[in-house]
């Protein structure tokens, strides 16, 4: 499973290396790879990558934009931290988007994404869960949460929900090793990408807040 679909880890048309760094940067600070307070080095990473040190300035511009990186003068650029308080905040927004966007993309998503949409859906559902790594399981779940928001066709809401699926999936890694399994959590995207892709928004926006209250539910259980 690639995050952000078909070729988000590697440069396609049209891509700039600026946004190559951000995507690469980006999925490896929500899924912790690049833990909180980590210290970020512009030229090893780009060295890392392949390429040029502004690219990955701008890059880092736009991570200090979504607070998942910060910066302080003569110190340096670091990973920010995971403040578990904010899970209430965080998911008092995500209750509200959330089904907002099930019930558009229901509604707005093309042949082509619906095809795409279905794809996702079984290949959840042929994935043998039990045996997958955890981590690679919320892959899944990143993977899912921006093709909902894709199909549902409003960049202003899909760019506030990626930044809140992001600081909600850093909260989930952070605790994740506490958890016996997301396997249940993953699953459950079976029945609403399904509902999305069959054009049926109520459903489609039930699943998904249900999907999002099961979530703090889970963490709060765990705390």
């Excluded at 600070?29 to 502004?54: S, V």
């Excluded at 990955?56 to 920010?80: C, M, N, Q």
């Excluded at 039990?130 to 919320?138: G, P």
């Excluded at 093709?147 to 850093?170: G, S």
Aim: contains cysteine; charged residues 30%.
């Amino acid at each position: 499973m690639v995050l952000d679909g078909p070729g988000a880890g590697t440069q396609t048309p049209g891509t700039s290396l600026a946004e190559l760094a951000y995507r690469q940067l980006r999925d490896k600070l929500i899924m912790l790879e690049i833990r909180p307070g980590d210290p970020i080095n512009d030229g090893q990473i780009a060295a890392e990558l392949g390429i040029g040190r502004t690219p990955v300035r701008e890059a880092i511009k736009r991570l200090e934009g979504d607070h998942l990186l910060v910066s302080y003068p003569r110190r340096g650029t670091f990973a920010t931290g995971v403040d578990i308080t904010e899970l209430a905040d965080v998911s008092e927004i995500r209750e509200l988007l959330e089904p907002l966007a099930a019930r558009r993309a229901a509604r707005m998503a093309n042949d082509e994404l619906r095809r795409e949409i279905r794809d996702v859906a079984r290949e959840i559902g042929e994935l043998e869960a039990e045996r997958a790594d955890q981590r690679a399981l919320m892959r899944y779940d990143i993977t899912v949460h921006r093709l909902i928001y894709r199909a549902a066709a409003n960049p202003h809401l899909e760019d506030v929900l990626i930044r809140y699926d992001n600081l909600a999936t850093r909260i989930w890694c952070l605790v994740l090793d506490k958890m016996p399994s997301v396997t249940g959590h993953i699953t459950e995207h079976v029945e609403l990408l399904n509902a999305i892709a069959d054009g049926d928004g109520e459903k489609a926006a039930e699943l998904a807040l249900h999907h999002v209250t099961g979530f703090e539910q889970t963490i709060r259980n765990i705390l």
